[in-house]
């Protein structure tokens, strides 16, 4: 196995709305495989993407062959953490997935899985128009969308890479290594600057329906599965490392339970002409002392709190942004509770 290390003089991506989601705990993330299906086919080639203080160090792990597949998702288990969420363009249904099942047929335990994600995919497919206005979603058409096509290099698809690399493990060509290479070392580079198109959408929406999380120091993250409002609360579910201690725990304003590596969070409100509503004074008291902590400050400021009252949804729409901040400040304290 052989890894290829390269500094990108470039800034990583940023925004208000992304850092206050995701700071500099991302890495882009795209693999290389030797067909479509995980069943019969093999992991060869590992991109990885991390912001490193104004440039981005991209990382790839190549296999020379078909057997060195383990050693590959070994060394993917050194260079990422379960905190880190992971940036991918259709990860969701294909990278990840495909790395789940690799992984359980070399009987090796992916310590960085679970892991939040942000498909950009999904996010360009389900929270904007750019699906109306492009021929396809393709990576590299969206690319063309943002002004990036010039900056790729690489001239083959996924299915020549496919081709390059059983030519490769039978002649050692080093053309045919250095053309694989490119092609995912272009995807993962062009992946990291595709995090601008989120300029363009609303990112509290994407956040809540897609990667909404809670990193959990010194354990793994309380990753969100679904959000289900109703008249008398709203119940969040997820997942979590299945190693992670059983807990259960009571407050005036929310229970929750983690069991199993599966969690659920039940939120109390009541609604009002229509409105879902949530009493921040009883969420965020403190159970012994009855005082009231701080209100982060996405809450502290919306202009749709009124006292201690939150408006969380209407008739029409979830407030995704004051969903969001106040299931992460809830799940803080879930995760520091249960460690």
């Not at 329906?209 to 008249?231: F, N, Q």
């Not at 006292?307 to 969903?323: F, M, N, S, Y």
């Amino acid at each position: 196995m052989e890894i290829i290390r390269e500094t990108i003089e470039e800034k990583p991506y940023a925004s208000k709305a992304f850092d206050a989601y995701f700071g500099r705990e991302w890495a882009v993330l795209d693999i290389e495989t030797t067909g479509l299906s995980p069943r019969a086919s093999k992991v060869i080639l590992i991109g990885l993407a991390f912001p490193d203080g104004d440039r981005i160090r991209a990382v790839q792990l190549f296999a020379h062959s078909r057997g060195e597949e383990e050693e590959l998702l070994l060394k993917l288990n050194d260079l990422l953490s379960s905190n880190l969420t992971i940036v991918t363009y259709n990860g969701a249904s294909f990278d990840l997935p495909y790395l789940e099942y690799r992984y359980k047929a070399h009987r090796i335990t992916p310590t960085w899985l679970p892991a939040p994600g942000l498909d950009l995919y999904r996010a360009v497919r389900y929270h904007s128009p750019l699906r109306d206005v492009l021929p396809n979603l393709k990576q590299k058409s969206v690319e063309a969308y943002l002004g990036l096509a010039d900056e790729r290099t690489d001239e083959i698809s996924g299915a020549e890479s496919v081709a390059l690399y059983e030519e490769y493990e039978t002649f050692s060509n080093p053309e045919d290594r250095g053309r694989i290479l490119l092609h995912n070392r272009d995807d993962i580079v062009q992946l990291s600057r595709l995090l601008r198109v989120l300029d363009r959408l609303d990112l509290h929406r994407i956040v809540f329906y897609e990667a909404l999380a809670a990193p959990r120091k010194g354990g793994s993250p309380l990753i969100v599965r679904s959000v289900t409002p109703g008249r008398t609360s709203f119940t969040v579910s997820g997942v979590t490392d299945p190693g992670t201690p059983d807990y259960y725990g009571f407050a005036a304003g929310y229970n929750a339970n983690i069991r199993g590596g599966k969690w659920t969070l039940s939120i109390p409100g009541e609604t009002l002409e229509g409105c879902f509503v949530v009493n921040l004074a009883e969420i965020f008291a403190d159970e012994e002392t009855g005082e009231v902590a701080a209100y982060p400050a996405a809450l502290a400021d919306s202009p749709f709190r009124e006292g201690d009252w939150l408006i969380l949804t209407t008739k029409t729409e979830v407030r995704c942004r004051e969903a969001n901040a106040l299931i992460r400040a809830i799940l803080g304290r879930v995760g520091a509770e249960s460690d």
